[in-house]
């Protein structure tokens, strides 16, 4: 089986920062890409950003500039510094890992359990 583990949520001022952390574990034989996705209540999810294990990024029109995504291939791990935070960041963030399971081989995704961001005014 496969599992993301997830951490850095919280409560941050407007203009604050955070780090966002996930780590993937399990059956994985490799990785393809690592990304976050959020969701704001009644609102869709979203994707936020996006890394694929060459080191390309992603990342939606609205943390341009202010959200950076890294990745650590021999860890399996990916983070999202958030900086720059608005009351519109807050969300439920999730994160999601695109990879090549073991047994049996085929591309498959996994989620995590996601973890809350509040961002007050």
């Known amino acids: 089986q496969v599992q993301l583990v997830e951490s850095g949520g919280g409560l941050v001022q407007a203009g604050g920062s955070l780090r966002l952390s996930c780590a993937a574990s399990?059956?994985?034989?490799?990785?393809?890409?690592m990304g976050w996705y959020r969701q704001a209540p009644g609102k869709q999810r979203e994707l936020v950003a996006t890394i694929t294990s060459g080191g390309s990024t992603n990342y939606v029109d609205s943390v341009k500039g202010r959200f950076t995504i890294s990745g650590d291939n021999t860890k399996n791990t990916v983070l999202l510094q958030m900086n720059s935070l608005e009351p519109e960041d807050t969300a439920v963030y999730y994160c999601?890992?695109?990879?090549?399971?073991?047994?049996?081989?085929?591309?498959?995704?996994?989620w995590g359990q996601g973890t809350q961001v509040t961002v007050s005014s």
């Open positions: 399990g059956s994985i034989f490799s990785i393809n890409a």
């Open positions: 999601k890992v695109d990879y090549f399971s073991t047994i049996p081989y085929y591309r498959r995704d996994a």
